[in-house]
């Protein structure tokens, strides 16, 4: 995955947020956490050594 990529989950995650499709606080954990390992992966990618 790539930094535009997940910039673009993010906005995804935001749009749908405003929605309320994450009205229940099970489905809004799992997109939060979701977007943590995406996050995370990225950061792995970019330094490697940590």
Known sequence: MNAKLLF?????FFD???KG???HPLY?????????N????????IYPNL
């Open 38 to 45: 995406q996050a995370w992966d990225e950061v792995d990618q």
């Open 28 to 36: 809004l954990a799992m997109a939060l956490e979701n977007l943590a």
């Open 8 to 12: 673009l989950q993010i906005e995804i």
């Open 16 to 18: 749908r947020l405003q």
């Open 21 to 23: 499709e994450y009205d």
